[in-house]
């Protein structure tokens, strides 16, 4: 069965200091994967997606995420932590034999970035 | 804002009534995605159409169906409700089928039943 697992429900973080929010995923074959920040009452906002290449993966905001293929891990990192990034992140994994597209979620960390 | 609009954003029924909640995806986007997101059972995705057709189903339950129209929008419907499918319903877009496309959500439409 495919899964994908945010082993941190909740991750604090110093403001300015460097973050992590970690994915780990259980998928056949090589996925791709994403990660998305939901906000309060907002939907879901794209961040970044591995789909090929190299590792470092950068995308919105300052966010980049490193894709380890033998941990199967998928980890979101920024260097220096703003306030404004305190929201729910999630990764998401979809599975390239997977005709239908669809992702699989992992549940979520919430982030605060403390002042 | 991601350009998926959804209406209406909130919703508030009663138990064993039907709702209907509509999605426009972005321009240009043939694919549309429709999640449930709950405090239980975190984001599940529904169900999946592509150019009018159904293309995935996942967690979707016999109670609730959906549809793709001509202009791309979609629907998903909800009958008999119960208590237990207050959540939050996203609908997310993307341009193909290709599985590195990202899908784009829209804001929600937040379901409250009572």
């Known amino acids: 069965a495919q899964s994908v697992a945010q082993p941190e429900d909740q991750v604090n973080v110093a403001e300015g200091n460097p973050l992590t929010v970690k994915c780990t995923y259980s998928v056949s074959g090589n996925p791709y994967l994403f990660w998305y920040v939901q906000y309060p009452n907002r939907g879901l906002q794209f961040l970044l997606k591995y789909i090929t290449g190299d590792n470092l993966v950068k995308g919105s905001y300052g966010f980049e995420a490193e894709f380890n293929k033998s941990q199967t891990s998928f980890h979101l990192k920024k260097p220096s932590a703003l306030v404004s990034d305190s929201a729910l992140y999630f990764c998401?994994?979809?599975?390239?034999?997977?005709?239908?597209?669809?992702?699989?979620f992992g549940t979520g960390t919430s982030l605060t970035v403390i002042p | 804002d991601s350009g998926v609009t959804q209406t209406p954003k909130h919703l508030i029924t009663a138990t064993g009534q039907r709702v209907t909640l509509r999605c426009s995806p972005r321009s240009g986007d043939l694919s549309v995605y429709w999640y449930q997101q709950s405090l239980d059972q975190g984001l599940q995705f529904l169900i999946q159409?592509?150019?009018?057709?159904?293309?995935a189903k996942g967690n979707i339950l016999e109670r609730f169906s959906a549809q793709q129209f001509p202009d791309l929008h979609s629907e998903l419907n909800l009958s008999s409700l119960e208590l237990g499918d207050s959540a939050l319903y996203f609908c997310?877009?993307?341009?193909?089928?290709?599985?590195?496309?990202?899908?784009?959500f829209g804001p929600g439409t937040r379901l409250t039943v009572l």
């Open positions: 997310a877009s993307s341009i193909g089928l290709a599985g590195a496309d990202t899908q784009y």
């Open positions: 159409y592509y150019n009018g057709e159904e293309r």
């Open positions: 998401a994994v979809r599975p390239k034999a997977n005709t239908g597209n669809q992702f699989y």
